[in-house]
């Protein structure tokens, strides 16, 4: 039974979209909808969106964020105003008509993302230099019209959080932009296991209206990249489109300097391609809803639920949950490894006799077979450690998947035969983005921000490189 | 200064309506935005609905309510399947009917409520009675195309939490959507300080597709009613429309029972009109973001500054604000009694010399001298003590203004002098109901659960009464 259930899973190595699709179905993280293109996040996807955005809030408001709620429908004349943006974006919004029967005068669409709400906000309440800085942020759900959907990947409507900013000068807004990029790096790092290369994205690819995009990008186990999370540097073109001014302290208008950062339930989607393995999910154990299955053995014989219900209260101070269901201990196993629970207990009456328990890591199948009195002890010390380990092995995956290239068709061979990120020296111009996306099929990732030098020349047109640019193939 | 602040909020006596509208801007609780009817709920009042869904969703999970997410279109078909539901619900929904710079081959509207998107996911993922119950909740916002809008009363979109569950058996079902009533009245009561009528619907009232629908009714500081949540009991008609059926232990084939209840940003509207006053917001210290304001009088002389940041430290167990910006004390009283800051920390020289301060309370704006070394524990008392009051004076003014009538001509003269709850009896024709909403202005806001009789014969028509009914004029 175990084994069936296990088996329903496609191994990774065979085909990996496939493997991806069987974790979210089967772990019930997400459904399809009616809706094309639409996602249903199912419990047990919402918990872990739940954790994240309970810690990233919690590092958000430690530097001074407020939460706050912006309409959804951003008028079209709005949405026009400046004009880079509404290039970006025009082409992939739901538009609203009718309200009711009526037809609207102006129509509408659902947001993309609210940069021009927020500047209408910031015209309307900034005023003097004592309103700024502005550190608004808001969590909600976007709408853009995809044709290829993928769940968590990339999906019609999907949840994130959107932060927009107003500062007095250009130095802070800077500032700014660089130290949500740096929390979104740690908080990864430290609560999903998955090292990030930071960095400054080509003007190709950044974010439309911006004048800087950082960003985070992950390899994923496949060897595909995956950009995690921007932090958009707008300048003042927003504040002189919008006109959002503020009377200075010598009384001279001022334009304010802006700000945007979001990261989305994509997060969930690179937890499963960083940590995942053949047997489903493996969630970091600070991220995980549930962190322990207490997993009866014999549970009709006398005293093994009523032992494995006296764990989860010994247990308290962690995430427990017991499976009293009446299905067989292989069937909880196999559960409890797709849906990725960090530790599994197994508890029955030999174990009873013998005041002992097994563990099971989820990560390393590891088992550790302890006194019940050190239960809580010992669970307490390998929550750390295996999130420490699984970083560690993420960061060595990627590290082993990073190449580097100094010729095209250096940067030709390693991206047909080796899945991974392509180091490369770059000379800025965007016709040898364009010709290496052609070739090589690879996009520019980021310029990170560690200062690395291969050779003095553009991998593909030879002149004097500006640049080193992590290149992949993304999601 | 302070004055001019102040009276720039309107008299509730003088005009209600701007009084509310005063506090919502003032307090910055909201602000209208460009779009009509939809409103910006700034941090001041973002923070407020974050507390009350914090303290909602853990009172929920108790119960063992899974949060998940679902999509925000609607396609129009889905939305027809429930004949009675979309005649409630089409008049008042968006449409979306391009996506990108294509018209959609079915037109999708905005969710105004989820039942026929959790009755598709139940239809697709019910299958065995070890399938239920199913308890799903979500936070999002939904949009109803409304005419007139208010801040937090009624607004074209709003937030919300909508709970959708799914039963083997009716009376599973009538027992949930009563514990989720029960939730709503006890966290209204214990969070808010705002005492609740409970009842049922009358069938003109309930809603659209419902077998039954109870509802929460609070009484506002004007005398109007303000349905405040609600829960309903759909039994199978949704299943049998949707086709819901799970195979019993017997191998049968059986309709699966539901339910759904809600409650929105409207709780908002509640508290301002509850508990406000002509000096601002007041704010239950439970809900409060800020429970405490540290005023430091004579800032700039030494040592003053740092010893409010030290009382902030003392009252770390609390959520404490030290208002340091360099505006004068008079300003910074006047600020923290718009806001409904329940208590205000007064720390000068002199203060400091007779190791004191100055606590006042912003609902009764009692003055308590004393010592900083009782400070913290003052505070801890007050907490509950002015939280409890709070409650009892907002029954006692409900009480007062609850009337009865045994005839029409009463109830008129009721309706007409005295704003407020009236009882009378109903013989249970919705003849009567549409007579007395035309004659008297008041519409039928619930059968109370308390068992309650006046008269024997219905106020309206002379015939035998069937029920008490709670009426009123209301938001």
Known sequence: MANNFVESITDMEVDFAQWYTDIV???????????????VIRPAGYAIWENIQKELDRRFKETGVENCYLPMFIPEGLLNKEKDHV???APEVAWVTHGGSEPLQERMCVRPTSETLFCDLYAHIVQSYRDLPKVYNQWCSVVRWEKTTRPFLRSMEFLWQEGHTAHATAKEAEERTIQMLNIYTKFCEEFLAIPMICGRKTDKEKFAGAEATYTI????????????GTSHNFGDGFAKAFNIQYTDKENKLQYVHQTSWGVSTRLIGAVIMVHGDNSGLVLPPLLAPVQVAIIPIQQKKEGVLTKAYELKEKLSAFRVKVDDSDKSPGFKFAEQEIRGIPFRVEIGPKDIANNQAVIVRRDTREKIVVSLDELEETIAKLIPLMQKEMLARARAHRD???YSAVTMQQLKETAETKPGFIKAMWCGDVACEEKIKEEAGLSSRCMPFANETLSETCVCCGKKAKALVYWGKAY
């Open 217 to 228: 990008e992950a390899l994923m186990h496949d060897g595909k990249a995956l950009q995690s």
């Open 25 to 39: 179905k089967k772990a019930e993280l997400a459904d399809y909808s009616g809706i094309k293109g639409c996602m």
């Open 87 to 89: 290039a970006g974006f």
């Open 400 to 402: 082993a998947h990073t």
